[in-house]
């Protein structure tokens, strides 16, 4: 389910905000992109978002089988050029290290993870 702006803004009872800053939307094109949580309210607006950027690939990681399926043909509908992996396993650091070197893709870590 997409939701519009407006009613996002009453659902938030907020104006809605981009996910991703416009100024670093550049530094994901042509890059390979891995999104953990793909399936899931944010992970699914951020791959949204990262697909917009025109990366060279977009790599998909859930452990909800049918969350991942519904944001996998969403994507690969709205952006048909673009190379998209789905990968359905619990998302673990190892998980995460295993995946990245298969797919080459580019990472980022929050503070305090491996």
Request: charged residues 20%; hydrophobic residues 40%; contains cysteine.
């Amino acid at each position: 389910m997409h939701l519009d702006a407006p009613m996002q803004e009453r659902l938030l009872g907020r104006p809605a905000r981009a996910v991703l800053a416009d100024a670093h939307r550049s530094a994901y094109a042509g890059q390979r992109v891995l999104v953990t949580g793909a399936g899931g309210s944010l992970g699914s607006e951020l791959a949204r978002q990262l697909a917009a950027c025109e990366p060279s690939s977009l790599v998909l990681a859930d452990h909800a089988e049918y969350n991942l399926f519904r944001i996998d043909e969403e994507i690969r509908q709205t952006f048909p050029g673009l190379g998209v992996v789905s990968i359905l396993a619990d998302v673990s650091p190892y998980a995460v290290r295993l995946v990245t070197s298969a797919n080459r893709a580019s990472t980022a870590s929050t503070p305090g993870t491996p």
